[in-house]
């Protein structure tokens, strides 16, 4: 949905060949963003809090469900899932309003085509929202990480607790393995990416806000980190659950299994799989 209405805006800026604040009505003043400009820092600072959130519901039920299943099931319903995403989205476009109420300044950055909070420069009217709002993205990135090494630890055990190779209930076991160690692939690439993409951002922010530095192509790289991951994150779902994931990883396993082999010569009575069981 960011996508949808944030692309639009920026292919109108480069086909005309004007400014964000010279598309839309305001901004007549020179550094004075218009209303288009608003809203798009406004959709901006939204589409980056907002799945944020969703990601940390995500990650809580996920430690929930692995690490306190019975409390997951007594007190976790789909009514209260259903109501999570709106609530989520209500609060945010409250938090995200705020600038367009004069707390924050939105600021617009070049080449034109992108407009956020100011970052950097002016007094604590103007850069009180920034730093608040890096303050909540980091918490929240503190959280999702803390609730996703939990989950990974979890599914780690889960994996080992399994029967090794040789025993009677290995082809049963086979699958339920493989699904606990591709889960916890999948979550440890999404939460380096996430952290990776969202890091550049709060470091940009208190940077200008604590050291005065006024950096327009750091701000601009920093929105970038934080795009991409909206862009990347959905690639990486998309490839690590999919059977061609699997069939790679395979070949992988069985190409090091024969090297093995070879080096070493068949050990009858022991386990000489580099992978997992089921891999």
């Not at 659950?241 to 396993?253: A, D, K, N, Y």
């Amino acid at each position: 949905l960011g996508k949808c209405l944030l692309s639009p805006i920026v292919l109108a800026a480069y086909a005309y060949n004007r400014s964000l604040s010279e598309l839309g009505p305001g901004g007549g003043t020179e550094g004075e963003p218009g209303v288009l400009c608003q809203l798009f820092a406004f959709l901006m600072a939204f589409f980056g809090l907002a799945p944020t959130l969703l990601l940390l519901a995500m990650a809580l039920e996920c430690w929930l469900s692995l690490g306190h299943p019975y409390f997951y099931r007594r007190h976790l319903t789909r009514r209260l899932g259903a109501t999570l995403g709106p609530a989520a989205a209500g609060l945010c476009a409250l938090f995200c309003a705020l600038p367009l109420l004069g707390f924050g300044v939105p600021m617009q950055y070049c080449p034109g085509t992108w407009c956020f909070i100011r970052m950097a420069g002016g007094g604590p009217r103007q850069l009180g929202f920034p730093v608040l709002y890096a303050s909540l993205m980091g918490l929240l990135v503190l959280a999702i990480g803390a609730c996703n090494v939990s989950s990974m630890r979890h599914l780690y055990g889960m994996a080992r607790r399994q029967p090794r190779r040789g025993t009677p209930t290995t082809a049963a076991a086979a699958a339920p393995r493989m699904e606990e160690l591709d889960h916890l692939i999948l979550l440890g690439l999404m939460t380096v990416l996430f952290t990776i993409c969202s890091l550049p951002l709060i470091i940009r922010v208190y940077m200008g806000a604590f050291a005065a530095d006024f950096n327009e192509n750091a701000d601009l790289s920093a929105l970038r980190f934080l795009s991409v991951n909206s862009i990347v994150d959905p690639w990486v779902f998309i490839i690590f659950r999919t059977s061609v994931f699997r069939t790679f990883v395979r070949r992988v396993c069985r190409r090091l299994n024969s090297k093995k082999a070879t080096l070493k010569g068949p050990s009858p009575g022991k386990d000489s799989q580099f992978c997992p069981l089921g891999w």
